[in-house]
């Protein structure tokens, strides 16, 4: 069995009158990729950001790695890896720059160029930020997560806007971090992907938890009510299409 690495109990957080997160509870198992899925406003970010020690909450209790978040935030802090917004970088400094400036500010001393090979960007160690693709920038910011080496990494839509062989590759590439022993948490709109990649999943919907269990699970869940797609599905979609003529190499790159 499984180490539980975070437990979060009656979670809650009110901005003013309006309750974001509604006392919602679950577990991630250390090692797992944990998927946290909704739509837009569910309460998914505030709730991680909780976590992340970035955002005060209301009430309830949050556990990482064993360290209480109310008297332990800093211990925390240091096991964990953060996504930044793409935003959220320097465009004029290259990728060797911005990994000694995140290695500063982490108080770590970390071989760059080893980082760059982990997400296959040793090539553009001397480009700047703002010369990557998308799809590049994404590794890039992931990279950037695993400057402290955490145990704990969290992902916010890393996949959006990428086309389909870099999101590929992206899911690649978290299978690999994982399998490094690092627990992942990741949120996502894309339930194909969330699909392929999640052991479990939790979906949220305004402030509540109103589902947690393997994709598999949840399916059959689903096909038990006697639910059907409405159409004969085909054998192939049309990002199977895509993916076929287009090939599986990434662009751009
Ligand atoms: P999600 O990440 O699932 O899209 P959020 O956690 O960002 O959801 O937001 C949950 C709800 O809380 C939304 O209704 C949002 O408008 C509200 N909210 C988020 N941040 C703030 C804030 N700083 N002040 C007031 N309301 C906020």
């Known amino acids: 069995?499984?180490?539980v690495i975070i437990s979060v109990r009656n979670l809650v957080k009110k901005y003013g009158q309006f309750e974001a997160v509604k006392g919602i509870s679950f577990d991630v198992q250390e090692g797992e990729?944990?998927?946290l899925l909704g739509p837009n406003g569910a309460g998914k970010s505030t709730t991680l950001e909780i976590i992340e020690t970035l955002r005060e909450k209301t009430s309830g209790e949050v556990t990482v790695n064993g360290f209480n978040l109310d008297t332990d935030p800093n211990e925390i802090k240091k096991i964990i890896g953060v996504q930044l917004q793409t935003s959220g970088f320097y465009p004029g400094l290259n990728l060797l720059e911005l990994v000694d400036l995140f290695a500063g500010l982490y108080n770590r001393s970390v071989d760059p160029r080893e980082l760059l090979k982990s997400v296959n960007l040793e090539d553009k160690?001397?480009?700047k930020?703002?010369?990557l693709s998308g799809g590049q920038k994404q590794r890039f910011s992931i990279a950037t997560t695993l400057i402290n080496q955490p145990?704990?990494?969290f992902l916010d839509e890393p996949t959006t806007g990428l086309d389909p062989q870099a999101r590929r590759n992206l899911w690649d590439l978290v299978k690999h971090i994982r399998a490094q022993g690092t627990t992942v948490i990741i949120t996502t709109?894309?339930?194909?992907e969330a699909e392929v990649l999640c052991d479990r999943i939790a979906i949220i919907d305004s402030g509540k938890i109103i589902a947690m269990d393997t994709p598999d699970k949840m399916i059959d869940a689903l096909v038990a009510t006697g639910f059907e797609?409405?159409?004969?599905v085909k054998k192939a979609n049309l990002e199977d299409v895509f993916i076929?003529?287009?090939g599986h190499a990434l662009r751009g790159e």
């Open 125 to 127: 160690a001397k480009n």
């Open 33 to 35: 990729i944990f998927g």
């Open 229 to 232: 797609r409405p159409k004969e």
């Open 129 to 131: 930020y703002k010369e």
């Open 244 to 246: 076929n003529l287009t």
């Open 189 to 192: 709109h894309y339930m194909d």
């Open 151 to 153: 145990k704990i990494i």
């Open 1 to 3: 069995m499984s180490q």
